[in-house]
């Protein structure tokens, strides 16, 4: 199988500290990863797409320079929240896609909730 | 531009009865369309994915899901419900972005309750 993990699960912090989230394929390597945002009760919001190497793409309306998206080698890719908001507070999820049997396959992390206080 | 309408943000069932969940599509290609399962606090798990190939789409736990090109549809049912399908449920386009790059565009989702 293909195992997304994300690292932490969960995490509490105050306002105005940054806060890293770690996203990896464990037994493959992905060359994308996507990193979407979900608020309660509501759909995926792709936030970023990240190419290993290379900057990541972000969509319209989300802060670059808010939500850092490092994608350092072909199994992890980290966000960093930068001065965190309670308007920040939300399940993160990551992606990560691998072409295999002639098609792109997309795997999901078990997401991050973040609380900001 | 690809997209995904989710008809019915809460759906409940009986436990043993049909779960019908609806999905249209819009589309200027031929679309690659996916269904996924939320559990509460967790990511997303693949339940099936049409590319192109069969209209009828056969997924993990008994789910399906026929691709009806006539009725922009892609709707998912299951025979019949267990209390372990209670779940958020997304459908998804895959759209092109551009640069040879393709994304994932996800509907509102849609809460099934079981009843038992």
């Known amino acids: 199988g293909a195992v997304v993990s994300q690292h932490p699960s969960w995490v509490i912090c105050k306002s105005g500290t940054s806060v890293k989230i770690e996203c990896r394929s464990l037994?493959?390597?992905?060359?994308?990863m996507f990193w979407y945002r979900q608020f309660p009760k509501q759909s995926l919001m792709l936030m970023a797409t990240s190419n290993e190497g290379s900057k990541a793409t972000y969509e319209q309306g989300v802060e670059k320079d808010k939500f850092l998206i490092n994608h350092a080698s072909l199994t992890l890719s980290t966000l960093t929240v930068t001065s965190a908001h309670p308007e920040d507070s939300s399940f993160y999820i990551c992606?990560?896609?691998?072409?295999?049997?002639?098609?792109?396959?997309?795997?999901f992390g078990p997401g991050t909730r973040l609380t900001v206080t | 531009a690809q997209s995904v309408t989710q008809l019915g943000s809460h759906v409940s069932v009986s436990e043993g009865a049909l779960v019908l969940l609806r999905c249209n599509y819009s589309?200027?290609?031929?679309?690659?369309l996916f269904w996924y399962v939320q559990y509460p606090n967790q990511g997303l798990q693949l339940l099936l994915k049409y590319t192109s190939a069969a209209t009828l789409v056969k997924g993990i736990n008994d789910f399906e899901a026929e691709f009806k090109k006539s009725e922009t549809s892609f709707h998912l049912t299951k025979p019949s419900a267990h209390m372990s399908d209670a779940a958020e449920y997304f459908c998804?386009?895959?759209?092109?972005?551009?640069?040879?790059?393709?994304?994932?565009?996800f509907g509102k989702g849609t809460k099934l309750s079981v009843i038992p």
């Open positions: 992606s990560a896609r691998v072409f295999r049997s002639e098609a792109y396959e997309q795997y």
């Open positions: 998804a386009v895959r759209a092109y972005s551009g640069a040879g790059s393709y994304q994932l565009t």
């Open positions: 589309s200027s290609v031929p679309p690659y």
């Open positions: 037994d493959f390597q992905a060359t994308t």
